[in-house]
């Protein structure tokens, strides 16, 4: 793969980060709080949800590794998140819930938009060669992307998503016990990232098969 592929990545990378962090924002205004408006973050430029590491430096690094040692590609990167103040949510625990839920969704939602348009693509001009293929890539790219973001950010792991719907879920003392573990939440990422990490991104593969297949058709992996 190289830089041109990466190029193609970032418009959908961009697109699939400031839809999640949006969905985040909108909800909580729903659910009673309206902070992520008061900071400017309720909007779709995405230069609001920029975060110098997550959204730059790391896919950055990631990309330069990759073409310079001719291995596999890998492509992750994350947004500034979005504020929510729990005090002014109207039922704090289930609104968190719907919250955290949100963003996945978003991505999903997202995945399944790109596929749509990826079918519609091919079924005009059938599988593309040349700079055609671009936009089909490109295409294919927000499907991947999308779904990678959304599997991930649904592992039961602080600080994901995942962990916040799962400590909504489960009662109050035992809610409790788990939004005790948020203030590690970093180091237990990592570690949990690393010690498992053949097993979470098993898991994560299983789930971009299977909906990049359901959203785009069997034609997704020519593209990626």
């Given at each position: 793969m190289g830089l041109e592929r990466f190029l193609l990545l970032i418009p959908p990378?961009?697109?699939?980060?400031?839809?999640?962090?949006?969905?985040?924002?909108?909800?909580?205004?729903?659910?009673?709080?309206?902070?992520?408006r008061y900071m400017g973050r309720l909007t779709f430029n995405p230069i609001a949800h920029i975060d110098p590491f997550g959204t730059v430096l790391l896919p950055l690094a990631l990309i330069l590794i990759s073409i310079g040692t001719r291995g596999a590609?890998?492509?992750?990167?994350?947004?500034?998140p979005v504020p929510v103040d729990v005090y002014n949510?109207?039922?704090p625990k289930q609104d968190m819930v719907w919250i955290s839920l949100s963003g996945p969704l978003s991505?999903?939602?997202?995945a399944l938009g790109a596929g749509i348009v990826f079918r519609l693509l091919l079924a005009v001009t059938g599988v593309p060669e040349g700079p055609?293929?671009?936009?089909?890539?490109?295409?294919?790219?927000?499907?991947?992307?999308?779904?990678?973001?959304?599997?991930?950010?649904?592992?039961?792991?602080?600080?994901?998503?995942?962990?916040?719907?799962?400590?909504?879920?489960?009662?109050?003392?035992?809610a409790g016990v788990c939004r005790g573990l948020e203030r590690h939440g970093f180091f237990i990422l990592i570690a949990v990232l690393f010690l498992g990490r053949f097993l979470i991104w098993g898991i994560i593969g299983v789930f971009i098969a299977i909906f990049g297949t359901l959203f785009a058709g069997p034609w997704l992996g020519q593209f990626l």
């Open positions: 990378f961009i697109f699939a980060i400031t839809i999640h962090e949006y969905a985040h924002g909108w909800v909580a205004e729903r659910r009673g709080d309206p902070t992520a590609p890998f492509f992750f990167g994350y947004a500034k949510l109207r039922n991505n999903m939602c997202g055609l293929a671009a936009i089909h890539t490109m295409f294919a790219y927000a499907v991947y992307i999308n779904l990678l973001l959304a599997a991930f950010n649904l592992l039961p792991v602080p600080p994901l998503d995942g962990f916040h719907i799962l400590c909504g879920l489960l009662p109050d003392e035992a």
